[in-house]
């Protein structure tokens, strides 16, 4: 199974965990002084709340998975899963994007979160690649992005699940498969943690203001 994450995202987001934890315990138990329980304080516990729901949604969650059944795009709200017989193109410029056959059959696309580069960073790539090119026969690996790494990965996995054909007339089997893959469909779900992680801090940050404007 392949699975592409954003180290640096997972990072800062476990050291906003971390210092969340620390802020949050210290609001309750004071640590650092008296604990007081006022609607200031409450504001701060759930500001530090919804940092860690962005901190997940924006660094924990997004991720590219691929394993023999499907492709699965992990953004910060939405997942897409798109079983490989959906899958109509893959492709790795400045983000990860895969074109597969939608929910209502339509061609849909989605871009992926992890592995996004900047257009002037996909032409430097471009340009080290031709550059490579031109002095050796091998491919040079720096002379890619980590997003055309990954769709070229991805379209390896594809390609292995592929049916293969085989001559003279298909069993009744392999024409059912054949019409199972022409009928796959993929799917595009909202994520509940990372929505409830975003809304329940927000909503007590507002309750927060409420009460303070009206005490």
Not at 102 to 126: I, L, N, Y
Not at 164 to 171: I, K, L, M, V
């Amino acid at each position: 199974m392949l699975t592409i994450r954003s180290t640096g995202g997972r990072v800062a987001a476990y050291a906003w965990l971390v210092f969340a934890a620390l802020n949050i315990a210290d609001l309750l138990f004071g640590i650092t002084g008296d604990a007081s329980y006022s609607p200031m304080t409450f504001g701060i516990g759930a500001l530090l709340l919804l940092g860690c729901g962005i901190a997940y949604a924006v660094g924990l969650r997004p991720a590219i998975l691929g394993d023999d059944d499907a492709v699965t795009i992990r953004n910060p709200l939405r997942d897409v899963r798109a079983p490989w017989a959906a899958v109509r193109r893959i492709e790795g410029t400045n983000a990860v994007a895969v074109r597969f056959t939608g929910p209502d059959g339509a061609e849909a696309e989605t871009r992926a979160w992890v592995h996004q580069t900047s257009p002037r960073a996909q032409a430097k790539a471009e340009a080290r690649a031709r550059k490579e090119a031109s002095r050796q026969q091998e491919f040079d690996l720096r002379g890619r992005t980590p997003a055309a790494y990954a769709a070229q990965q991805l379209t390896e996995i594809r390609d292995r699940q592929r049916p293969r054909t085989e001559s003279g007339a298909p069993d009744r089997a392999a024409a059912e498969k054949q019409a199972a893959d022409e009928a796959a469909r993929g799917t595009v779900t909202w994520s509940i943690p990372a929505l409830a992680g975003l809304g329940v801090p927000l909503v007590l940050l507002v309750v927060v203001l409420v009460v303070g404007a009206v005490s």
